[in-house]
């Protein structure tokens, strides 16, 4: 018989109760201890490769190297990450509260993780379905910026946990002030301004000490979201979040009402959006970059925060390049080197005189900055407003491709309005790189329809470099013609002759010499310069030192040397700077050797100098992040190359250049100034280096590839105008006084005939006067009959300001040479 249900035996309830809680308890505790061993484990997983608390705070941040003119004026940063690290006392309370506000009120309390916090997250979330809320505290905001781990992951989170824990294990106000100070330090602001220094800089123009309660909390909005909420990009969201911002300070107590509603009204004055710099001296840039690494080693240099000042002048460095792309863009106009370019064959427009000739298909298959390459256009993208994209030219070297950004080439634009205007599919074009380009890679490349320039400018007395321009282009990388490109300086060598010529004492600058054409060596191959002033027929007279430096002769400067010596001048220029080859023959007297801008600009500065001569220098000071010092090789003292006397003569006669010779274009300046031009064979170089009492600077005009310039151009065209603007430029910044150079003891007068070099007669209507370096003024007196053509009158003579100066029609023009091509003017 089957039993009902109510006549089975009941068993007791509770004991059964009792037990399902036992099991369930022991299932919790067995659920808890593998949940704390799984825990402990993924803690001891993931903290095997941790860095030590203490490496963790030491560690360096990377840094913006700053480079500063003489005057503090920034140049240049140079950075992996845009950040000047502060230390706490250069950060204001203000801003500390303020981001607590934002980011975490309760840093001060907590020991490093808001636990309630991450719970309340935790079911936010869940809700969500989705992570639409964090608990991160400052400590592990801190953490994750210096793990450097932006991945949302387990293992980021288990590690942040672990250090902020760490972190904070030592309870103390210290130890709190350690990582909110190095928080606000490593943060970004948005628009790659990392820490709170250099987001007051970029966006009010002054140092985080500075900045107002308004400024503090309107930074302080900035990290939730760094493009949302910049002022720069929306100002009426930054509003907002400051707003919200000041609320949470007053409820919390960091702030009364009174000053959160002063805080909130207060307007806000963003600073001007700095341009990028760096576009006004690349080529200084690139040298204190390596001089830096030079002197602190790479990785030293990779971590930054070092300030640089250099002896350059901002203002001077900004007219140098503003005068050189003038002078250059004057010459592209003169002969037609601009666009539109046409395909070969056609008919190009009206003005457009394109020089076709550059090197053709490199055989190592790589092209190099500092040459120029014929090109072709294979397309063309003309620039997109919608899409913001820049236009640019594609062109094609052999194989090898590259492409020209329209921005870089509007000195050639012309009426052309885009790229696809400029230049068809097929069109030859001149072109350089900026960096190396070789297989496969598709380089930047510049047009190089027009020539290019230097300058250089030196503190004569220091010879310190003031401004450095090296192309017309101010681009990163740009290959700085200034200091590395090596030319001919043709005439403008012949200072190097003279000066060697005066201190030797058997020449002054009244000595007489034939102009008249003739030729050097025996033989079937005989050198026989040319002398542009030479006229079929004509013998002249005997000319003075000084009118042929002046008119830049090119017979007696070639006869000088050979009444020198080679050797004795070459020496002679070494001392001076010269370290480039030089040739040891006769030519060298017309300039076919080779030098830099930067070496003939700072040999001419030793004249300027009272005849002491010194390496260039560029750095003054370099300091660390912490503000200390660092050391700098010592700079070789100054030599006496000329005494004070031989340097003034020498001056004098480089005045008569200016006053009356191949560089009278330099008189607009209207001031006292001394100088020589230069050109080379076919005005493949065009020179004019001049100097003040206060300033010496040198001008280099030419084609990367030796091309010539065009048709009449030389040095007093081409670079005596580049010369003058910016020396304009400079007057009218420094207002100098007009003032002559400073004659020194060892210096006489005396009154000589023109035509012979010797004293004047009593009664002698045309005398002038002359500058003698003590001790070689002539004794004799010039005869009645004087005037008959001559050799050489050695020993007696110099020059100096003439009575009512003549105004000879001197002008440059170009020398062919058989062997090294040299110039004449």
Same mark, same amino acid.
């Given at each position: ?478 290959? %700085?013609? /200034?200091?590395?490109? +090596?030319?001919? =300086?043709?005439? *403008?060598?012949?200072?190097? !002759?003279? #000066?060697? &010529? ?121 300091? %660390?992040? /912490?503000?200390?010092? +660092?050391?700098? =090789?010592?700079? *070789?003292?100054?030599?006496? !190359?000329? #005494?004070? &006397? ?180």
């Amino acid at each position: 018989m089957v039993k009902t249900l109510a006549q089975l035996p009941r068993r007791p309830l509770l004991p059964r109760v009792v037990r399902a809680l036992k099991t369930a308890l022991f299932a919790l505790a067995g659920l808890f201890i593998t949940g704390a061993l799984t825990l402990a484990g993924l803690f001891a997983y993931y903290d095997r490769d941790l860095p030590p608390v203490e490496v963790l705070l030491r560690a360096q941040q990377p840094q913006t190297t700053r480079i500063v003119d003489r005057n503090g004026v920034v140049l240049a940063e140079l950075f992996e990450e845009r950040r000047t690290v502060v230390p706490e006392a250069q950060i204001p309370r203000d801003m500390v509260i303020a981001i607590m506000a934002a980011e975490d009120a309760d840093f001060y309390r907590h020991t490093g993780l808001d636990y309630l916090g991450m719970v309340r997250a935790f079911f936010v979330n869940v809700r969500r379905g989705t992570i639409a809320q964090g608990a991160s505290t400052i400590t592990q905001q801190l953490v994750k910026n210096l793990l450097r781990r932006p991945e949302r992951t387990l293992r980021r989170k288990m590690q942040e946990v672990i250090l902020a824990r760490r972190l904070e294990a030592e309870r103390s106000d210290r130890r709190k002030n350690e990582i909110m100070v190095l928080y606000l330090n490593t943060i970004a602001f948005g628009h790659g301004r990392n820490g709170v220094e250099e987001a007051a800089r970029f966006y009010f123009g002054r140092h985080a000490s500075e900045l107002t309660l308004g400024e503090c909390v309107l930074l302080a909005g900035i990290p939730k979201s760094p493009v949302h909420y910049s002022p720069r990009n929306n100002l009426e969201a930054a509003l907002r979040r400051r707003r919200w911002i000041l609320g949470q300070m007053v409820s919390k107590g960091f702030v009364t009402r009174q000053a959160a509603d002063l805080a909130a009204e207060e307007p806000v004055r963003l600073a001007p959006a700095p341009e990028e710099r760096g576009n006004l001296c690349p080529e200084a840039v690139d040298l204190v970059r390596h001089r830096l690494r030079d002197l602190v080693g790479d990785d030293a240099l990779r971590r930054g925060g070092y300030t640089i000042r250099t002896t350059l002048d901002a203002s001077l460095q900004r007219a140098a390049r503003e005068s050189l792309a003038r002078g250059l863009r004057q010459l592209d106009g003169r002969h037609g080197y601009l666009g539109p370019i046409a395909l070969p064959g056609q008919r190009r427009p009206s003005g457009s005189g394109n020089v076709l000739r550059a090197e053709g298909a490199p055989a190592d298959r790589r092209l190099l900055p500092g040459h120029t390459y014929l090109g072709t256009v294979e397309g063309a993208h003309d620039p997109d407003p919608a899409t913001r994209t820049p236009g640019e030219l594609l062109v094609r070297v052999a194989e090898l491709h590259g492409r020209v950004p329209w921005s870089s080439m509007q000195r050639y634009a012309g009426s052309a309005q885009g790229p696809s205007g400029f230049a068809p599919v097929g069109a030859p074009v001149r072109v350089s790189v900026e960096q190396p380009i070789e297989g496969s890679t598709v380089g930047v490349m510049h047009l190089e329809l027009g020539p290019q320039g230097a300058v250089v400018v030196l503190d004569p007395l220091q010879h310190e470099v003031l401004a450095l321009v090296g192309g017309y282009d101010a681009t990163p990388g740009m290959f %700085d013609r /200034a200091t590395r490109a +090596v030319r001919q =300086p043709g005439s *403008a060598f012949k200072p190097v !002759v003279y #000066s060697y &010529a005066l201190t030797s004492r058997r020449f002054t600058l009244a000595s007489t010499m034939d102009p008249n054409p003739g030729c050097f060596g025996g033989g079937r191959r005989p050198w026989c310069p040319h002398e542009a002033h030479a006229h079929a027929g004509v013998v002249e007279p005997p000319m003075r030192l000084r009118e042929a430096l002046a008119q830049s002769r090119n017979m007696i400067a070639a006869r000088l040397l050979e009444a020198t010596g080679t050797e004795p001048v070459i020496d002679h220029a070494r001392r001076l700077g010269i370290q480039s080859q030089l040739p040891r023959d006769l030519s060298l007297a017309l300039g076919s050797g080779s030098v830099t801008p930067m070496e003939l600009t700072n040999a001419y500065a030793t004249f300027a100098a009272q005849g002491n001569y010194q390496d260039w220098e560029l750095l003054l000071e370099v300091r %660390d992040g /912490a503000g200390h010092g +660092v050391m700098l =090789p010592p700079r *070789a003292s100054p030599r006496s !190359v000329l #005494s004070p &006397a031989e340097a003034y003569v020498m001056t004098s006669a480089l005045e008569s250049v200016v006053q009356r010779g191949t560089g009278r274009g330099a008189r607009e300046l209207r001031l006292p100034a001394a100088g020589k031009t230069g050109t080379t064979d076919r005005a493949r170089d065009a020179w004019f280096i001049g100097y003040t009492q206060e300033l010496v600077a040198g001008v280099w005009v030419g084609f990367d590839d030796r091309t010539p310039l065009g048709s009449g151009e030389e040095g007093a065209r081409a670079a005596v105008p580049i010369w003058t603007m910016f020396m304009q430029a400079w007057a009218r910044q420094r207002r100098p006084r007009a003032t002559e150079f400073p004659r020194p003891d060892g210096v006489s007068i005396a009154r000589i005939d023109p035509s012979t070099g010797l004293l004047a007669r009593p009664e002698a209507q045309d005398a002038v006067d002359e500058y003698f370096l003590a001790g070689t003024e002539p004794h004799e007196v010039a005869p009645a009959d004087a005037g008959a053509v001559g050799d050489v009158t050695p020993s007696n003579a110099d020059a100096a300001p003439e009575e009512a100066p003549a105004e000879p029609s001197a002008s440059e023009g170009p020398l062919v040479l058989p062997v090294l091509a040299a110039d004449g003017g």
